[in-house]
């Protein structure tokens, strides 16, 4: 018979590290396609999900079971997301002089054409994770969580730990900050 | 150009374009190795060692004043002290003196 999370959890803070093995497998997906979000490298997504899992064993005996584990488990992986664009906030790219030829290409069709460029197209996908990248670690939260994945204020101040009003002033404060980083994109390729 | 629809644009674009979920071989076997190697940080075991080590110089401690109290020339002093009835009697009379004068002043009235 299968073990219930609950089951699997009261094994690990029991002593059997084994039974964190499931735990691992079936949360893991979800892990990587949140870290993918943050960190374009594979090694940086890799050391991501593996400290969430580190930090989620070491703070177990602190999980209350009043929300499922899921929801813990996220707010362990946003808040490690957070800390990790805080520590790499210097790295970020200071200019958008290096577009590849299909990313320029999608731009001036849209400049053009805005009705001509698809969404759908994998230029516009790298050109957002470059404009992402240039914004300030609680901005690029901010902006991932309540426009690219459409959660609700309540939703993300519950993940990150912040206050309600604070997520409302930081994501007014992120979308000032994309349009200057989309302004600072266009003028640099079309003035 | 209108920024606000370049904004739209590539925001439906990362909507349309979800990351992968693909997670790397074996990785599970990784996380339960490090894990495995990672010291977990036993609380109650920390505090119970440094209350055995407190309690061990304590009575390093109280064997040391004992032995200096016992060879120490000067704590004979001690000795002329007055004897342990008296000074039980003095603290019953002290503690009790209030009550023997309330007691005092009912008789006289």
Redesign the interface.
Known sequence: MERTETDLIAAVLGGDTASFEPLVVKYSPRLFATARRYARRESEVEDIVQEIWVKAFQKLGGFRREAPFEHWLMRLAVHTCYDFLRAHQRSREAAFSDLFQAEEDWLERFVSQPSSAAEDADAARQLVGRALEQLSPPARLVITLLEIEERSVKDIASLTGWSVPLVKVRAFRARAEMRKVLAKMTKEKYL | ???????R????????????????LS??K???A???A?P??DYWGLWSDALWRSAASCVAIMLLLGAWWWFNPASGALASAPPASNLSQDLENTVLAAAESEQSLDLSR
Do not use: Y
């Open positions: 150009m209108n920024q606000d629809e370049l904004h644009k590539l925001i439906a674009a990362a909507r349309r374009n979800p990351p992968s979920e693909r997670v790397p990785f599970e990784r996380v339960l490090r894990i495995r990672c977990v940080a």
